[in-house]
């Protein structure tokens, strides 16, 4: 039996976990494992019945259970709090760092039935799929900050930091999974300015020589950005630091031209994190419109990584694909002569295949 943190959150985070949990008892049934979903509050559904974004005992309940499911957290009821409460600065941040989650794995995947949704030419992105593997407890976003006041204004430090263990523990996820995949690993630095780069360049070159079936490239991040508009099929795993890869994996996924399709998950050496990339768009929240299939695969990838369960993962992705194919959408994706479904619709359809 594997125990499962659900954090549902705010906006449509409920609507579309509810829909991934769904789909995983469904694979569970048909596999013969058993799935204990645990839900506990986060976001502003937790600052309204908490006081806090993220309670002691939500991180307890996450800690202690085989991996966390996260629907999204904030919403403009809570934009105005003290940025500590705020939803996404007072849960996840803390809640990434806190579970030790340093590897952060976005695919962006453009499924055949959808090539048309991109705002690329199909031609330059049908059969896309990469996966971008993000480090995501360093760097920038934690260095220490300061603002101080000088005269005629004010002056700010950001401190970017990275140990080279902290560079090896996610480069050795990034060429294990490329050695499962096309065998390319192109890592993304700016080695040309910073010296942080140079370290990071220095550590993954060091270690190809362990991964001699994994072809590794370099590249500027100001060159990657440009490659991923003007020839994106050329890669498959992209390695980055944080704040590189939050840009990137962004960029990736728009090429894809669909937000609610997208899952993630974010890795360490306890208990791992799955998400939705998109937000808790609250411009449609409540009303079924939400596309489920970000949190569904996310569901997949935690079969992947936490429980070990390829095959149980595979069959979901297919199970998407096939329901695609099928002509069911929902809104956000939909098309002329297609049948639009509402989220939980999706859900269901999903979980019969
Ligand atoms: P968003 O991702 O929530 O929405 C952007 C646009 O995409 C909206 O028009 C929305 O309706 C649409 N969209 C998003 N997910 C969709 C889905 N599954 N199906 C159909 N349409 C979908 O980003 P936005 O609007 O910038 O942020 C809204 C709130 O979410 C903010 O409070 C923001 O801080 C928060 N946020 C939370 C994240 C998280 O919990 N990981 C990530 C990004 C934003
Ligand atoms: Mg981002």
Same mark, same amino acid.
Request: hydrophobic fraction near 45%; include cysteine; proline fraction near 5%.
């Given at each position: 039996?594997?125990?499962?943190?659900?954090?549902?959150?705010?906006?449509?985070?409920?609507?579309?976990?509810?829909?991934?949990?769904?789909?995983?008892?469904?694979?569970?049934?048909?596999?013969?494992?058993?799935?204990?979903?645990?839900?506990?509050?986060?976001?502003?559904?937790?600052?309204?019945?908490?006081?806090?974004?993220?309670?002691?005992?939500?991180?307890?309940?996450?800690?202690?259970?085989?991996?966390?499911?996260?629907?999204?957290?904030?919403?403009?009821?809570?934009?105005?709090?003290?940025?500590?409460?705020?939803?996404?600065?007072?849960?996840?941040?803390?809640?990434?760092?806190?579970?030790?989650?340093?590897? /952060?794995?976005?695919?962006?995947?453009?499924?055949?039935?959808?090539?048309?949704?991109?705002?690329?030419?199909?031609?330059?992105?049908?059969?896309?799929?990469?996966?971008?593997?993000?480090?995501?407890?360093?760097?920038?976003?934690?260095?220490?900050?300061?603002?101080?006041?000088?005269?005629?204004?004010?002056?700010?430090?950001?401190?970017?930091?990275?140990?080279?263990?902290?560079?090896?523990?996610?480069?050795?996820?990034?060429?294990?999974?490329?050695?499962?995949?096309?065998?390319?690993?192109?890592?993304?630095?700016?080695?040309?300015?910073?010296?942080?780069?140079?370290?990071?360049?220095?550590?993954?070159?060091?270690?190809?020589?362990?991964?001699?079936?994994?072809?590794?490239?370099?590249?500027?991040?100001?060159?990657?950005?440009?490659?991923?508009?003007? /020839?994106?099929?050329?890669?498959?795993?992209?390695?980055?630091?944080?704040?590189?890869?939050?840009?990137?994996?962004?960029?990736?996924?728009?090429?894809?031209?669909?937000?609610?399709?997208?899952?993630?998950?974010?890795?360490?050496?306890?208990?791992?994190?799955?998400?939705?990339?998109?937000?808790?768009?609250?411009?449609?929240?409540?009303?079924?419109?939400?596309?489920?299939?970000?949190?569904?695969?996310?569901?997949?990838?935690?079969?992947?990584?936490?429980?070990?369960?390829?095959?149980?993962?595979?069959?979901?992705? /297919?199970?998407?694909?096939?329901?695609?194919?099928?002509?069911?959408?929902?809104?956000?994706?939909?098309?002329?002569?297609?049948?639009?479904?509402?989220?939980?619709?999706?859900?269901?359809?999903?979980?019969?295949?």
């Amino acid at each position: 039996m594997y125990k499962i943190t659900v954090l549902p959150g705010d906006g449509i985070g409920p609507e579309v976990t509810a829909q991934a949990t769904r789909v995983l008892a469904a694979s569970g049934r048909r596999m013969g494992v058993e799935f204990c979903f645990r839900e506990a509050l986060i976001g502003g559904a937790a600052y309204d019945a908490a006081g806090h974004p993220l309670p002691e005992e939500t991180l307890a309940l996450c800690r202690e259970g085989d991996a966390v499911l996260l629907g999204a957290v904030g919403g403009p009821k809570w934009d105005q709090l003290p940025v500590h409460l705020r939803p996404e600065v007072g849960a996840l941040l803390p809640l990434r760092k806190k579970l030790g989650v340093y590897a /952060n794995l976005r695919p962006a995947r453009v499924f055949p039935a959808l090539a048309g949704a991109s705002t690329l030419k199909p031609e330059v992105v049908s059969g896309l799929d990469i996966l971008v593997v993000r480090e995501l407890t360093g760097g920038l976003y934690f260095g220490e900050k300061k603002r101080e006041d000088i005269p005629g204004g004010q002056r700010v430090t950001e401190t970017l930091v990275y140990t080279t263990e902290e560079i090896r523990r996610v480069a050795r996820r990034a060429f294990e999974l490329a050695g499962k995949r096309r065998k390319k690993l192109t890592s993304v630095d700016k080695a040309n300015v910073l010296e942080s780069s140079r370290l990071w360049r220095e550590v993954v070159t060091a270690m190809a020589v362990d991964y001699p079936d994994v072809a590794v490239n370099h590249m500027l991040v100001d060159n990657c950005a440009m490659q991923l508009v003007r /020839n994106p099929r050329q890669f498959d795993v992209l390695l980055t630091e944080n704040l590189f890869g939050d840009i990137l994996s962004d960029q990736a996924a728009q090429l894809t031209g669909s937000l609610g399709m997208l899952p993630s998950a974010s890795l360490g050496d306890g208990t791992a994190l799955y998400e939705p990339i998109h937000g808790s768009a609250p411009d449609i929240a409540g009303r079924q419109l939400a596309n489920p299939v970000a949190a569904i695969l996310s569901g997949a990838m935690l079969l992947r990584y936490s429980c070990g369960l390829e095959e149980g993962a595979a069959a979901i992705e /297919n199970a998407v694909t096939a329901v695609l194919e099928q002509g069911y959408r929902t809104a956000d994706i939909m098309e002329p002569g297609k049948r639009q479904v509402g989220t939980a619709e999706m859900g269901r359809l999903i979980a019969e295949l």
